[in-house]
């Protein structure tokens, strides 16, 4: 672990930049230049059970809370906001989460939060088309999100019990 103000540790955060800039550029091309050149429900590609459709989801994740997109949209600026504020506390009094995988997964969360909020603010909907069939659509901008929460939350499970160890 690298102290928190060394020069290598102030470089990772290029890594959240990197992240975040992909997550954004990939979630928005895919929707743009592929799916919505399709009509809503429209079945782009499939493999088995496996399928690319375009769907509009005017709701939260899963489908939930469907037609409140202005709520939708304010949610994700205030969730933008404690992300940030969040990270930046989290950067300078828990030195021990800050690590080139976690500041990584703090940059897919940003990038997906922000990459679904542009579809809010342009459309009212977020274009959805990765469907397995047993599980609701969703996109690059959501699976972001899931695996950045996924590692953030493995890395808290792993100080934990490290930190549990070495308690008396």
Known sequence: MQKVDSPLARWWWGGLALSFLLVVTADQLTK???????DEGGVIWQLGFFRLIHVQNTGAAFGIFPGHSFALKIAAMVGIVVLLVMGFLVYRRIPALV???NIIAFGLILGGI???LIDRLRWDYV???IDFGVWPAFNIADSAVTVGVV???YSLLRLTITEMRHSP
Do not use: M, P, Q
Not at 32 to 38: A, D, T
């Open 32 to 38: 743009n230049l592929l799916v919505r050149s399709y």
């Open 114 to 116: 922000v990459g679904n």
């Open 151 to 153: 590692i953030i939350a």
């Open 99 to 101: 690590s080139r995988l």
């Open 127 to 129: 274009t959805d088309f």
